[in-house]
């Protein structure tokens, strides 16, 4: 059963930063296309951010130019750094895999208020 342990969310003024950690227990990580999600209330989950197994990235239009998604595959931890958040980016985030995904973890709380 592979885990998925998300962290690196808190409290944060628009305009400021903060980077997410996703640790994943498998040891061929580095095979896989990994993804951030994120979850507002109320809304469906949608996707963040990709970054490919050869470290192709894709980005959602909202965070295009302000998100960048990385990976160490030394570690099997894929990364999210998000610059000039807006109260708009306040959701969970969660890491997973390309599809078939695997069982969704925690997720990490990130709002962006004043």
């Given at each position: 059963?592979?885990?998925?342990?998300?962290?690196g969310g808190g409290?944060?003024?628009?305009?400021?930063?903060?980077?997410?950690?996703?640790?994943?227990?498998?040891?061929?990580?580095?095979?896989?296309?990994?993804?951030?999600?994120?979850?507002?209330?109320?809304?469906?989950?949608e996707l963040v951010?990709?970054?490919?197994?050869?470290?192709?990235?894709?980005?959602?239009?909202?965070?295009?130019?302000?998100?960048?998604?990385?990976?160490?595959?030394?570690?099997?931890?894929?990364?999210?750094?998000?610059?000039?958040?807006?109260?708009?980016?306040?959701?969970?985030?969660?890491?997973?895999?390309?599809?078939?995904?695997?069982?969704?973890?925690?997720g990490t709380q990130?709002?962006?208020?004043?």
């Amino acid at each position: 059963q592979v885990q998925l342990v998300e962290s690196g969310g808190g409290l944060v003024q628009p305009g400021g930063s903060l980077r997410l950690s996703c640790a994943v227990s498998v040891s061929i990580f580095r095979i896989f296309a990994m993804d951030w999600y994120r979850q507002a209330p109320g809304k469906q989950r949608e996707l963040v951010a990709r970054i490919t197994s050869g470290g192709s990235t894709y980005y959602a239009d909202v965070v295009k130019g302000r998100f960048t998604i990385s990976r160490d595959n030394a570690e099997n931890t894929v990364y999210l750094q998000m610059n000039s958040l807006k109260a708009e980016d306040t959701a969970v985030y969660y890491c997973n895999k390309d599809a078939p995904i695997w069982n969704w973890g925690q997720g990490t709380q990130v709002t962006v208020s004043s």
